[in-house]
């Protein structure tokens, strides 16, 4: 069983940033590959990035390519990711996900453990 916390949501105006923290317990965190997807009201919930277990390859969404990146930290069960320009688009319930394997995957439905959610909204 993995246990999974995510923090650092909130209100950001256009073009900000905010940086979303993962935080992992209960078993050996580097046995996963970790993902983060969101869920605006309404819709589905979509993959936003993925890393595997010891962070060589990643993965994004193309609307978020090049202003989101994914990294995690082993040593401190942590995943993070980290987000600039952020549009109204970007409003939404971000998720993190623990994978059923230690690549680094897309699919939703590969993600075995999830967090509660941080809401992330971005003003315009």
């Known amino acids: 069983q993995v246990q999974l916390v995510e923090s650092g949501g909130g209100l950001v105006q256009a073009g900000g940033s905010l940086r979303l923290s993962c935080a992992a317990s209960g078993r050996t965190f580097a046995d996963y590959g970790m993902g983060w997807f969101r869920q605006a009201p309404g819709k589905e919930r979509l993959f936003v990035a993925a890393?595997?277990?010891?962070?060589?390859?990643?993965h994004y969404a193309d609307s978020v390519k090049g202003r989101f990146t994914i990294s995690r930290d082993n040593a401190k069960n942590t995943v993070y990711l980290q987000m600039n320009s952020l549009q109204p688009e970007d409003t939404a319930v971000y998720y993190c996900?623990?994978?059923?394997?230690?690549?680094?995957?897309?699919?939703?439905?590969?993600?075995?453990?999830w967090g509660q959610g941080t809401q992330v909204t971005v003003s315009s």
């Open positions: 996900a623990a994978g059923r394997t230690t690549a680094a995957a897309t699919i939703l439905a590969t993600y075995r453990y």
């Open positions: 890393i595997n277990w010891s962070g060589s390859n990643t």
